[in-house]
């Protein structure tokens, strides 16, 4: 408990982690006292009955918004941490086997990188039909791989030529062991600042390819979907528009200030 | 005045209260009640500190880390580190009290008045600028003379240093200078600009003994040629043996004694600079070197009354009680102890001890032949040889690129580029250590140069030393935990210290840990790499006398690499002399110390720093 305090005096790690948790509560819990069902009907298209009008199927807005997250905000969690654990797999083991495996991890590593993260995804998504929702946790997690393999490589390097991991294999413990044990332990504080980049932008990037036509359920309430389909009654209606953008914001600056938080106490030692 | 911190609360004045008398010092430096306290809480870092540098005269301040002594030399600028700020005193330079003057005057004094050599000179000088270059700007700062004339200036304080000015060296950027070369730039541009007062850090650490030697010698005769006053900072009393014309000794921020140099080594009146003398190793004889218990106090957690009394052997609850004021007890010999007079004799032959006979009968159990290392297509170790009986200290010397470490790390399987024969109990070795079997592993262990990274910040000390036994089977569960206990018991470690990580431990706590989690495999063979080079002497003394009870109670065999001769001659049997990988000269530590063959090792003995 007390390695937590160093956090809860950071007042970045405070507001990012309050704002986090209250947008993720809202998705999560929205649903149960939204005015109206997400396929509700309440009116004629893009009028501004309710509290933020309805949408392009004459939908209840802010019904719309409170359903929405909960995909988008599960699928990117989900996304996130497999980026991180496969990244991490691969950053760790490249620094640590070092020579031609570090090459020619990093190499291919370097190749991925070279597409921009949504081109990607929309390749992939573009072939399949009706992708189901684990579609998009394997590209937008395949997607942020490199990347974090990239920053754990270069935490990793600092901490695998440090004697204690020698004095590890001077006693004969297996690789696994050194990599677990001895190493990852070392690397927490850097890779949790990296994982709450990886959330900001994993939001992003589903809020991006629901917009583009690309949600899981195209019926279903979807922040990014919403922005797609209300934008032409953009003067008309804004609400349809600014509350699911106002949402996905507020969530990425707080993902953003957490890891802003996490960086900065470790910067100072916080680790 | 009482060792309370109630006074000091520091106040946006950065000075003291005016003093009478603190003008008028004349040349040298005059440092009267200086006080400098961390901003936050106000506790002291320093206090009670008066010093007097003349002209001409080397001061030697020593004290172990967290003593304050380079907060006491950083003064003499009237510069306090990030979080500490001189709350009270003067600093007297030429007639000012620099502690008075606005920063611009000071500026002005610093460099030209009152210069500073760092630890560090690597990182003093600018890398992106040329030798002739960062000289020649520092007399044009001080407007001083024509353009031509700064050059010859800048060429001839190069040449009292002993480099040469030519051209060619002055177009030198810092990363084309070797070490010693680097240090002697920064002492001919500390002189450069005709300073009064010299401030040396630690200028020495990290050097070779000969360069170090170089250095010393011409920092005494730049002081002496140009009347000087030098405060010379160190951790070492042998460096300030041969050196210094005055010592004090500090202890918890405060000066414990100070005295003339032959009166400090002949008579120490300080129970804490006997016990230092104590633990220093000489060169002309073997010691039974003791440490001092305990560690250094910091800030904040310095005791009442005498600050060292919970650490002397002389103590009375008197101690614990009153805070000894400084008494004269010699010429010019000041000592803060109340019963210094009470003291028994004492001799710096004190603990000295015969050297090792050489044993007609060995038990050879690591025999090393024809061993050759490589750093990639380059061979850094030629052709050594060991034979490392049962129960006996072998000591690698040697300055460093001498292949000393390369060697060692060799034998202990943590370099896999190399040929050769390790044998071990009449078997062959593997070269690397996942090579080797897992009984082999046990027997070798191997013990790191810095304790600061060479445990694992994240894991506790019980899952530190408990890790061999699980792995080689020796124990485990509450039984791993037991033996545990008993070896932090036998490197003088509570069994408080099982939960903890190594953040709340000290250095030489740590190397303690490091040494448990080696005797925790039951090896017969300790590989000790520079174990004692980042330790204070006084923890040195006690890691010293630890590894020859180890010797004699356990008959553990050490390859002990060092680059300290007088170390050798306390602790080793026999010793390898390496010169560029390979071994000039090799022997029982007696004969090679009393009748050094080489040149090398002539050299290398006649340049180590020692008391005696």
Redesign the interface.
Known sequence: MTALLPYLRSRRFVVGLVVTLAVALLAVTGPSFAPHGQNDIVGRPFTTDGAFGTDYLGQDVLSRVLAGGRSILLVSLLATILGMVLGVLIGVVAAYAGGWIDEALMRLNDVVLAFPQILLALLVLTAISEPAWWVIVLLVGFSHAPRVARVARGVALGIVP???V????????SRARVLL??VL??MTAPLLAEAGLRLTYSIGMVAGIGFLGFATNPGAADWGQMINENRLALLVQPWAVVLPVLVIGVFTIGTNLLADGVAQVAGKGGQ | MPATAAEGAPSDDQHGPDRPGSHGAGTGARVTDLRVALTGSGIDVVDDIDLVLEPGEIVGLVGESGSGKTTVGTALLAYSRAGARITQGAVDIDGHDLLRLDLGAVRAMRGRRVAYVPQDPGAALNPAIRIGRQMVELLELAKEGSAADRLARARAGLAEVGLPGDEEFLARYPHQLSGGQVQRVALAMAFLPRPKVLVLDEPTTGLDVTTQNLVLRTVKDLCAAHDVAALYVTHDLAVVANLADRVAVMYAGRIAEIGPREEIFARPAHPYTRALLDAIPHLSSARALAGIPGSTPGPGRRPQGCRFHDRCAYATDECARVDPPPETVGPAHVVRCLHHAELPPWSIDTGDIADTAPSAQRDVVLRVEHLDVFYGRTQVVFDVNVDLARAEVLAFVGESGSGKTTTARAI???SRQWTGRVELGGHELARG??G?S?AD?KRI??I?Q?PY???????TIEQIVT??ME?FGIAKGKAATDRAVELLDAVALGPTVLTYRTNRLSGGERQRVAIA?ALA?EPDVLVCDEITSALDVSVQGSIVALLDRLKRERGISMLFVTHNLALVRSIADRVQVLQRGRVVEQGFVVEVMENPQEDYTKTLLANTPTLR
């Open positions: 440090r004697d204690f020698t004095a590890a294999e001077a006693l004969g413990e044990a001895e332990p070392n | 202990g399987g943590l250590a996942r080797r897992a592993r262990q191997y790191f810095n990274l060479s445990l694992n910040p994240r894991l890790r061999p792995l989690r495999a």
